[in-house]
């Protein structure tokens, strides 16, 4: 599976962003899709993640009630919709994919390539 995350940009405190991840393949019905992020001088940490059927969802606690992920599998894409946006939401955002949904990014194999999300106050 190759991925190919879009829809980073500048926005302002409070705004919202929706970020894409295009996937392709045939085989992307079948993946769990999750969204990491990293920020200068930090890990790279886990922000939500999707089910294969986008019936779960789940997300971290610092994004939690602010964020979304939704999939749409005919058209092999999945999205973050970012709303209320804080400074500290800034970051390289990384789509993945993976059999199975982890917080963990050791456990996902398929990576698309970041998008950079600025959030200014």
């Known amino acids: 599976v190759q991925l190919q995350a879009s829809g980073g940009g500048l926005v302002q405190a409070g705004g919202s962003l929706r970020l894409s991840c295009a996937a392709s393949g045939r085989t992307f019905s079948r993946y769990a899709m999750g969204w990491f992020r990293q920020a200068p001088g930090k890990e790279r940490e886990f922000v939500g993640a999707?089910?294969?059927?986008?019936?779960?969802?789940r997300f971290a606690d610092s994004v939690k009630g602010r964020f979304t992920i939704s999939r749409d599998n005919a058209k092999n894409t999945v999205y973050l919709q970012m709303n209320s946006l804080k400074p500290e939401d800034t970051a390289v955002y990384y789509c993945?994919?993976?059999?199975?949904?982890?917080?963990?990014?050791?456990?996902?194999?398929?990576w698309g390539q970041g998008t950079q999300v600025t959030v200014s106050s």
């Open positions: 999707i089910s294969w059927s986008g019936i779960s969802t």
């Open positions: 993945a994919a993976n059999s199975e949904s982890s917080a963990y990014s050791v456990a996902w194999n398929y």
